[in-house]
C-alpha cells in the first residue's frame, strides 16, 4: 500500500494567515486553519491618513505557530509525520529592514514600536515621492529604462520605493539596516534557518514584479542607477543576493528549532516563496488565455503566457511581465486594482461611524451589513439611478498605475439611498476590473477565459454577476477556499520531488470550480453604456487631476 504523503501550504495575507494541509494522493484537503494577526487587527502600527500600512514581524511569527497547531490538530493522531514539505505565499511588496542575521529590526527592543522596522504592507503608499523619483531617473535616457517590463513605471507599492521612503524619514532605522528582504522571502528563510541576506534564496516572483530584477540586465537595477537616486540605494543593492529562483524550488530544509515548534518533521522540503495572487493563479490550474481575478480587499489579474508568444514586446501599463513568474518557463503577467472589497469596507464603516462610536453594533450587525448592502443593490436595475463612481480610493495599479489618483462619486442626489450608493460603488470596482481585461486584449493578450477566486468570489454573488454581465463573458469562480495556499502547496510538493512539474502537481490537486455565472444578454447591453460613462468621468477625473497637481 502506497503512504499518503501531506504538503502543507501557507497563505500570508493582508488581514491574517491561511494554512490548508493537501493529501498528494488524493488531492483531498484534509485540513484547513486561519489566523488573524493580533496587532494588525487591533489597528496597531497603521495610519490610513498618512497611507501608512505596517505589519509587526510578530504577527507572522506567532500567527504561524498557531494555525499549523491547529491545522495538524485536524489529522488524525500521528499524521503529522506524513507532512513532507511546505510552500508558503504572502502579500507583496512588502520589505522589511534587517540585520545582518536577517533580523527584522523591529524584533530588537529598540525598534519594537517603530513602524519604519515593522514590515511595509502591499497598501501601503507612504514612497509616493520616491516612486515618481525613480521614474524619473529611469525615463530619463541617462540608463536603461529599467521600468520597460514593470509596465513602464514604477509603483509605489512595490519594493525600492518603500524601502527608499524609510531611509529618507527614519534615520535611526538608516543607521542600524543591513539589508532589506521581501516577506515571501524572509518566511522561508527563517523557517530553513537560511535567513543570511547576502545568501537568502530570492523569489523570481518577488524580485521581478516588484524590484524590477530582470535576466536582460543581468538582475537588479545597475548600482550606478540606484547610486544616482541615494548612495545608500547603491550600498543595499551590494547586500541583496541577486540570484532569484522559481517557486518551485526548494528554499531549503525545515531546521529543527521550527519543526519542533510547529510539531513537524525536521528536514523537510521548503520551497522558495511566491507573492500571493500568483500563488492562487497555480491553485486555480492557470494556463495559457486564461485571466484569473483574484477578488478581495484589492485585486490582482494574473495570465500567463510563453517566451515565443510574446517575443521582444514590453506590455505597457501592468504591473510587470516575469518568466517564471508563475509557471516556469511561461512568462507571468500581473495587473489588478488597488482597492476593491477595500472600497466597500469604507462604505460600511462610513454608514456605522456613529453607532461605533456609542457602541451600538454587534459584530454580527457589522458582519451582515455588506450582505444586507448587496441584497438590496441587486433589486435597482441598472442604469435607473444617475450615479457614476470611479473605483481609485487608493490610487490606480492598473492599467497605466497612478497611485496619486482618488475616486469619485458622480450624480448623487438627496435621493441617493444607501443601496444606490453602494451599487454605484459595486459598478466602479466591476468596471475597474474590465479596463484591465480590454488593456491585456488591446496589448495583444489572449483572454478565452475568465476565473475568480478569493473572499468576493466565494460570498457575493451581486458582485459576481455583475462582473459577469459587463465582461460579457463566464466568470468561473474556483471550488478551493483556500487557493492561493493551495498553489504554495503545490510549489511545495514539487520542491520535495513528489511531482515532476508544477502542471503536473495541478492536475492531480487542483478541484476544479464551485459556480459559473454567466452573463444575462439584456442586461450586459445597459452595461455597455454605463461602461462607456464609467470611462469618460474617469478621464475627466484624470484630467482635472493633472490640473490640479501637475
Not at 438627496?414 to 460603488?425: E, G, I
Request: aromatic letters at 8%; proline letters at 4%; hydrophobic letters at 40%.
Amino acid at each position: 500500500m502506497v503512504e499518503e504523503k501531506l504538503v502543507l501550504g501557507l497563505d500570508f495575507g493582508t488581514d491574517s494567515v491561511r494554512a490548508v494541509i493537501v493529501n498528494t494522493l488524493t488531492g483531498r484537503e484534509e485540513a484547513v486553519a486561519a489566523c488573524v494577526y493580533p496587532r494588525w487587527q487591533s489597528g496597531l502600527y497603521t495610519e490610513p491618513g498618512l497611507k501608512q500600512f505596517r505589519h509587526h514581524p510578530l504577527d507572522y511569527l506567532e500567527s504561524l505557530q498557531q494555525v499549523v497547531k491547529e491545522a495538524l490538530m485536524m489529522l488524525p493522531p500521528g499524521a503529522a509525520r506524513l507532512v513532507c514539505a511546505i510552500g508558503v505565499d504572502t502579500t507583496g511588496s512588502t520589505p522589511c529592514a534587517v540585520d545582518q542575521r536577517g533580523v527584522p529590526l523591529a524584533l530588537h527592543e529598540q525598534f519594537k514600536d517603530n513602524p519604519q522596522a515593522m514590515f511595509i504592507l502591499w497598501k501601503d503608499h507612504s514612497a509616493l515621492e520616491e516612486a515618481e523619483l525613480i521614474n524619473e531617473l529611469a525615463h530619463s535616457g541617462i540608463y536603461i529604462d529599467y521600468t520597460r517590463y514593470s509596465g513602464g513605471s514604477y509603483s509605489a507599492e512595490w519594493f525600492w520605493a518603500k524601502l527608499w521612503y524609510v531611509l529618507r524619514h527614519e534615520s535611526s532605522v538608516a543607521k542600524e539596516v543591513f539589508s532589506w528582504v521581501e516577506l515571501c522571502d524572509w518566511l522561508p528563510a527563517l523557517l530553513t534557518d537560511t535567513a543570511d541576506p547576502l545568501l537568502m534564496k530570492r523569489s523570481r516572483c518577488a524580485a521581478g514584479h516588484k524590484a524590477m530584477w530582470n535576466e536582460e540586465w543581468n538582475g537588479l537595477p545597475g548600482a550606478g542607477f540606484l547610486s544616482d537616486l541615494d548612495p545608500r540605494l547603491g550600498a543595499i543593492r551590494q547586500k541583496l543576493n541577486e540570484e532569484t529562483l522559481t517557486s518551485d524550488q526548494p528554499a531549503g530544509l525545515l531546521s529543527s528549532g521550527w519543526a519542533e515548534k510547529l510539531g513537524l518533521q525536521e528536514g523537510i522540503s521548503v520551497s522558495v516563496g511566491i507573492l500571493d495572487a500568483h500563488a492562487g493563479a497555480i491553485g486555480g490550474s492557470i494556463q495559457p488565455g486564461s485571466l484569473f481575478k483574484i477578488i478581495g480587499t484589492s485585486t490582482c489579474d494574473i495570465a500567463v503566457t510563453s517566451p515565443d508568444e510574446i517575443g521582444q514586446k514590453q506590455i505597457r501599463g501592468i504591473a510587470g511581465q516575469v518568466l517564471g513568474s508563475v509557471l516556469p518557463g511561461l512568462i507571468g503577467l500581473e495587473a489588478g486594482q488597488s482597492s476593491f472589497g477595500d472600497i466597500y469596507a469604507w462604505f460600511k464603516e462610513l454608514l456605522t461611524w456613529s453607532f461605533e462610536d456609542a457602541a451600538l453594533l454587534t459584530p454580527a450587525m457589522e458582519e451582515s451589513m455588506i450582505d444586507h448592502l448587496s441584497e438590496h443593490a441587486s433589486r435597482i436595475k441598472p442604469g435607473t439611478e444617475q450615479l457614476t463612481a470611479i473605483d481609485w480610493f487608493n490610487g490606480r495599479r492598473s492599467p497605466h498605475g497612478n497611485q496619486r489618483l482618488t475616486g469619485a462619486i458622480t450624480g448623487l442626489t438627496l435621493s441617493s439611498s444607501a443601496p444606490v450608493v453602494f451599487r454605484a460603488l459595486v459598478e466602479a470596482t466591476v468596471f475597474g476590473a474590465k479596463a484591465i481585461v480590454d488593456h491585456f486584449v488591446s496589448e495583444g493578450i489572449p483572454v478565452n477565459e475568465l476565473i475568480a477566486l478569493g473572499g468576493i468570489a466565494k460570498k457575493n454573488k451581486f458582485v459576481m454577476q455583475m462582473l459577469a454581465d459587463v465582461m460579457e463573458m463566464p466568470i468561473k469562480v474556483v471550488a478551493t477556499e483556500q487557493a492561493s495556499a493551495l498553489g504554495a502547496a503545490i510549489c511545495g510538493s514539487v520542491s520535495a520531488g513528489l511531482f515532476t512539474t508544477v502542471e503536473d502537481a495541478q492536475q492531480k490537486l487542483c478541484g476544479g470550480y464551485s459556480d459559473i455565472y454567466i452573463p444575462i444578454p439584456e442586461t450586459a447591453l445597459i452595461y455597455r453604456q454605463l461602461y462607456r460613462d464609467y470611462l469618460s468621468t474617469a478621464e475627466l477625473i484624470e484630467k482635472q487631476h493633472k490640473l490640479k497637481h501637475g
